[in-house]
C-alpha cells in the first residue's frame, strides 16, 4: 500500500465532508418552513456548526496525536456521517442546531488527523504536493457542493438527502478500516511527557501562523458566503448569473491548491530553504491576491470583477499548502496539536469574515467595501509570511 493510496483515501473523505457539511444549504427554504423557523434562526443554526468545528480542534487534535490518524479518523468520519443522517430526525431549532453544532464538532478531526498522517508518510519535499492535494478537494467539494445538494432535493425530501450523504461517509471508513494500514508516526509521543501548551500561544512564530491563517481563511470564506449577493448588489447581476459567476473563484481555487503544493516542494527541493519555499511564495501570493482585489474594486463589468477575484483566490489558495506544510515542519511530536490550533484560528477568521463584512455594509451603505475588506486580509496574511520562520520545530522528540 504506498502512500498514495492513503493520499486517495484522504482526499476522498475531505470531499465527502464538504459535501455534507453543505447539506443544508439549498434546502435551508424549506427547512425553515416545516421547523417553523426564522431566517435569523437558520444563521444561527449555521454558526453552530462552526462553532463546534472551531473549539473541538484542540481536542481532537489531541486524540489524534494519543491514538494515531487512522483510529482517530475512523472515530470522527463514523461520528460525523452518523450524525449527518440523525439531523434529519430533528423536529424544531434547539434539535437542529444542537445535531448540527455536534456534527461540526465532529468534523474537526479529519484535518488534524489528515496532516498528522501525511507528515508519518510523505518525506518533506512532498508533504506540500500532499497537502496541496486536500486542500484541492476542499475547493472541489465547495465547488461541487450546490450542484449536487440541487440536483438531489426535490426528487428527494431534506430528511432523505441527510441520510444519503451520510452513505459514502460511513462506506469510507469500511474501506478505510481494512484497505489502509495504520501510518507510522514519524516523532512518536511517550506517554506521560510533559506538554507545554504556552507554546500554542506564545511563541512567535506560531502566533504568525495562526494569524496568517485566520486572515487568509478569513478572506477566502467571502466565496463560500458574501459574493453571489455582492456581485447582486454592485454589478447588478440576477441571482442565477451570480450563482454561476461565483463558482470561478473556487474552482480557480483548486488549480491553485495543486499548483501551490507542487511549487513550493520544488522550490524546497531546488533551495533546500523551507524560508524561501514555504513563507517567501505564500507572501508574494497574498500580496497579488491583495492587489488583485483592489483592482475588483475599482472594475465595472461583472466577468472583470470575477476573473480579477478568481486570481486572488488562485493566489490565496496556492499558499494553503505551505501553511498545512509549515504546520507539520514545525510540530515535531505533537503536528496534530499545531495543526488543529492553527486550522482552529482558520475557523475564526472564516466565521468573523462574514460578520465584519455584514457589519461593513450596514454601517458604510456600500457593499463594494467588502472588496477591500478581503483585499486587506490577504495583505495582511502575506505580512506574517514574511516573519515567519518554518524551520523551527516547537515540540522536539525527547532525549
Not at 253 to 260: I, K
Amino acid at each position: 500500500m504506498t502512500r498514495y493510496t492513503l493520499l486517495a483515501f484522504l482526499c476522498l473523505i475531505t470531499l465527502v465532508a464538504y459535501l455534507q457539511r453543505s447539506a443544508l444549504g439549498v434546502p435551508s427554504k424549506a427547512i425553515e418552513g416545516e421547523l417553523g423557523l426564522t431566517p435569523e434562526a437558520m444563521g444561527i443554526v449555521w454558526f453552530a456548526w462552526y462553532a463546534g468545528y472551531a473549539a473541538f480542534q484542540l481536542p481532537a487534535g489531541w486524540l489524534a496525536d494519543r491514538l494515531g490518524s487512522k483510529p482517530a479518523l475512523l472515530i470522527f468520519a463514523v461520528t460525523w456521517s452518523a450524525l449527518t443522517a440523525v439531523v434529519g430526525f430533528a423536529g424544531g431549532f434547539v434539535g437542529l442546531a444542537l445535531l448540527w453544532g455536534l456534527m461540526g464538532a465532529a468534523q474537526a478531526g479529519i484535518f488534524p488527523c489528515a496532516t498528522k498522517a501525511i507528515g508519518a508518510t510523505f518525506p518533506k519535499t512532498e508533504q506540500g504536493l500532499a497537502s496541496g492535494a486536500l486542500a484541492c478537494f476542499m475547493a472541489g467539494g465547495a465547488a461541487l457542493s450546490q450542484e449536487v445538494t440541487g440536483r438531489l432535493f426535490g426528487p428527494l425530501t431534506w430528511q432523505a438527502v441527510l441520510v444519503v450523504y451520510a452513505v459514502p461517509g460511513l462506506a469510507w471508513a469500511l474501506l478505510f478500516a481494512v484497505a489502509v494500514p495504520r501510518p507510522d508516526a514519524p516523532r512518536p509521543v511517550v506517554k506521560n511527557e510533559p506538554f507545554d501548551w504556552t507554546l500554542l500561544v506564545a511563541d512567535r512564530d506560531m502566533v504568525l501562523l495562526c494569524l496568517q491563517q485566520l486572515m487568509r481563511a478569513g478572506a477566502t470564506a467571502l466565496f463560500f458566503t458574501w459574493f453571489p449577493r455582492v456581485l447582486q448588489e454592485t454589478k447588478h447581476v440576477t441571482p442565477a448569473e451570480s450563482g454561476s459567476l461565483a463558482t470561478w473563484p473556487l474552482l480557480a481555487g483548486v488549480v491553485g491548491a495543486l499548483v501551490g503544493g507542487s511549487a513550493s516542494d520544488w522550490l524546497l527541493r531546488r533551495t533546500g530553504r523551507e524560508k524561501l519555499s514555504r513563507c517567501g511564495l505564500s507572501a508574494v501570493c497574498m500580496a497579488v491576491a491583495a492587489v488583485a482585489a483592489v483592482a475588483a474594486y475599482f472594475a465595472s463589468a461583472a466577468v472583470d470583477v470575477v476573473v480579477l477575484l478568481s486570481v486572488a483566490a488562485f493566489c490565496a489558495y496556492v499558499a494553503g499548502p505551505a501553511a498545512y506544510a509549515a504546520a507539520l515542519s514545525m510540530g515535531g511530536t505533537r503536528v496534530a496539536i499545531v495543526f488543529a490550533t492553527m486550522n482552529m484560528a482558520g475557523n475564526v477568521g472564516a466565521g468573523l469574515f462574514p460578520y465584519a463584512a455584514g457589519k461593513l455594509v450596514g454601517t458604510a451603505g456600500d457593499w463594494n467595501g467588502v472588496y477591500l475588506l478581503f483585499g486587506g486580509m490577504c495583505a495582511g496574511a502575506g505580512v506574517c509570511w514574511v516573519f515567519l520562520n518554518p524551520a523551527r520545530t516547537l515540540y522536539e522528540e525527547p532525549t
